[in-house]
């Protein structure tokens, strides 16, 4: 046995030993606790997403440094600010009411607004607002928000809608020509097979009726005007009829329309064009075939009215399954059709480009000032079995 003195001198040893061995402990406990600590706040301030937290009346109690650097103030300026003053006037009600709601909601599930946050120096953004309640001791509720600025997203979905909204337009603005063009197409049967018809037999009664009068009598004079009339009348339902729908375009198809519509181009303007077709099948339908003899018909009277030259050239050919066509002249050329086709200006190219947008093709142009213009519009064809 050792000595008392000694006994109690080996006790205090352990009994170091064991207080240092805690004292270790501890401090690693404290380290892991610091570097905890550490952690986060690196995940809370420097969050992706602002975090903000409200209190069961709105006013915010804790916020992390990406919410503040959102909203362009310090985090003592938001501390106890009411977050209903920093939402936007025009969305202060739908605040108002989706704060009462998610407050009395008595589940934890998550609950998402978005809306118009205005930042300090009087800039607003769209923010996305993801909440879930938190329930306290005595009812005393707070609110847990993860902010997200979608601002790009918004503006994203802005452009999209406006593209949408135009192709839209443009798409009605074809399918009214397609529906002039059907009704111009009616129009121009009725006068042919009533009008036109009744003309012509006007004048085959009359001719017979000439037969029967003596030769040399004052009759004979007036039934001559009368069939003169009834002859310059049938030319003119003729022309009128072809102008309203030209027969070939229906009856025959796109080549031999644009071979009427080149002879129809030297009537009236005095524009000599040419027609190159390569023979190949075209499966058209109905509807593509109105609408390039259209956009065809719109080139060739820029060409009349601006080109400065009596002569063009139209070029149709099958490649593959694309259909290029294509109108060229050597006239005074454009000097920035792009832009006179984004400004929707003038040329009718924008018309054609539109056109052509519709029936899924493209167009391009080559001109230079001095130099004339061609321009090359390229489309899908149908397939045999599916063009009428």
């Known amino acids: 046995?050792?000595?008392?003195?000694?006994?109690?001198?080996?006790?205090l040893r352990v009994h170091q030993i064991e207080l240092e061995m805690q004292n270790e402990e501890l401090r690693r406990a404290q380290l892991a606790l610091e570097e905890s600590r550490d952690r986060y706040v690196d995940l809370y301030d420097f969050a992706p997403v602002g975090y903000v937290t409200l209190s069961g009346n709105g006013l915010i109690q804790d916020i992390n440094l990406t919410a503040t650097t959102l909203l362009g103030m310090d985090r003592i300026g938001l501390w106890q600010t009411r977050f209903s003053a920093l939402v936007a006037v025009e969305d202060c009600d739908c605040w108002h009411r989706f704060l009462m709601s998610v407050m009395r909601d008595a589940d934890k599930t998550r609950r998402s607004v978005e809306l118009s946050l205005v930042r300090h120096d009087?800039?607003?953004?769209h923010a996305q607002l993801d909440c879930v309640r938190i329930a306290g001791d005595a009812q005393d509720s707070s609110l847990r928000i993860a902010l997200t600025d979608i601002t790009a997203r918004k503006q994203a979905e802005a452009e999209q809608r406006a593209v949408l909204q135009m192709e839209h337009l443009r798409q009605l603005a074809v399918e009214e020509m397609l529906t002039e063009q059907r009704e111009r197409h009616a129009i121009a049967t009725d006068l042919h097979d009533g009008l036109g018809q009744t003309l012509h037999v006007a004048r085959i009664k009359l001719g017979t009726l000439a037969k029967g009068v003596a030769a040399g009598s004052g009759v004979t004079s007036q039934i001559d005007e009368l069939s003169g009339l009834l002859a310059e009348a049938s030319r003119e339902v003729r022309s009128l009829t072809s102008k309203l729908s030209p027969p070939a375009l229906m009856d025959l198809g796109l080549v031999p329309a644009l071979s009427w519509l080149a002879a129809e181009?030297?009537?009236?303007?005095g524009l000599t064009v040419s027609v190159d077709d390569d023979g190949?099948?075209?499966?058209l339908t109905q509807s593509q075939a109105a609408i390039l003899f259209r956009a065809v018909r719109e080139?060739?009277?820029n060409v009349a009215k601006h080109a400065g030259t009596a002569a063009a050239r139209v070029e149709?050919?099958?490649?593959?399954?694309?259909?290029?066509?294509?109108?060229?002249?050597?006239?005074?050329?454009?000097?920035?059709?792009?832009?006179?086709?984004m400004d929707g200006k003038g040329f009718g190219l924008p018309s054609v480009h539109?056109?052509?947008?519709?029936?899924g093709g493209t167009m391009g142009v080559k001109t230079s000032?001095?130099?004339?213009?061609t321009v090359i519009l390229e489309i899908p064809l149908e397939s045999p079995e599916r063009a009428p």
């Open 299 to 301: 080139l060739l009277i």
């Open 354 to 359: 539109e056109r052509t947008a519709f029936l």
């Open 122 to 125: 009087g800039r607003s953004f």
């Open 280 to 283: 190949a099948p075209k499966p």
């Open 265 to 269: 181009m030297e009537r009236v303007y």
């Open 369 to 373: 000032p001095g130099d004339g213009t």
């Open 316 to 341: 149709i050919r099958t490649i593959g399954r694309q259909l290029r066509l294509i109108v060229e002249d050597k006239g005074s050329g454009i000097g920035n059709w792009r832009g006179t086709v």
């Open 1 to 11: 046995m050792l000595p008392s003195a000694e006994r109690l001198l080996h006790e």
